[in-house]
């Protein structure tokens, strides 16, 4: 989708100015991400961060709203012209948004773990789908600024892979004698963790489907991402 998009917005520098907000979205909740996570470690100070992931953030929903204002612009210029494809782009920039918000989420739950996370059980099985999402950042803004089906499909796959990861965790939530304040965090950081798996799904998704199929790939991304808001 994004790629025929691309297509026909080529010799339109306005519309090429929205892919690269969105390119600039990834790249904003990539460092959200990033900051909460190693608050999360113990390797930076929450309150050292906060204001930075907090404009950070803010820069996302700035974004998002610009992208919206731009495409219904360009509608009321263009009427009945390409409004499948602003459609796409506005869904992209929603879960971008998402994104951003989640890791804010991540950065506050960690800011309430008094000793970090690194010192809780089930830390072990967390580490390793944190450093899968953190790397998903730099492919998907490359496949959203190239329109790269490719990387795409890569990121689409492994968000299966993710997944699946993520729900062992849940499991494991179950069966972990942990105290209540414990208990309480890791459930909200795995749930916190399998949102932004999804919403960089649906992300994905815009790049390679048509519209009818974005967020309804392998079983509903969407749907997924909206039972656990």
């Known amino acids: ?19 690269n907000m ?11 991400f990033n900051q909460a996570w190693q608050v999360c470690l113990g390797q930076v100070i929450a ?4 204001d930075s992931l907090k404009g950070r953030d803010k820069e996302v929903n700035k974004l998002e709203r610009e992208v919206r204002r731009r495409l219904l612009e360009h509608l009321s210029i263009n009427p009945g012209m390409d409004a499948s494809g602003c459609l796409a782009v506005m869904v ?5 948004e998402r994104i951003g918000d989640h890791g804010r989420n991540l950065f506050e739950l960690a800011a309430k773990a008094e000793h970090g996370v690194t010192g809780m059980k089930l830390f072990g099985q967390m580490k390793p789908i944190s450093e899968k999402i ?33 729900k062992s965790l849940q499991a494991a939530l179950f069966t972990t004698d942990m105290p209540g304040k414990e208990a309480v965090i890791s459930t909200l950081l795995a749930r916190t963790l399998m949102r932004i798996n999804a919403h960089i799904g649906n992300a994905a998704s815009a790049v ?9 790939v392998s079983r509903g991304l969407r749907k997924q991402a909206e039972e656990d808001e």
């Open 1 to 19: 989708m994004l790629k025929d998009i691309a297509l026909m917005w080529k010799k339109d520098s306005p519309m090429r100015e929205i892919v």
């Open 22 to 32: 969105l390119g600039r979205m990834v790249a904003a909740g990539e460092y959200v």
């Open 47 to 50: 309150e050292a961060a906060r």
């Open 92 to 96: 992209m920039a929603k879960d971008l």
């Open 134 to 166: 953190s790397a998903y950042f730099p492919r998907l803004q490359r496949a959203v600024l190239d329109s790269s089906e490719e990387l795409a499909h890569g990121i689409l796959a492994d968000y299966q892979v993710l997944k699946h990861e993520i």
């Open 208 to 216: 390679i489907f048509p519209l009818e199929n974005i967020d309804y």
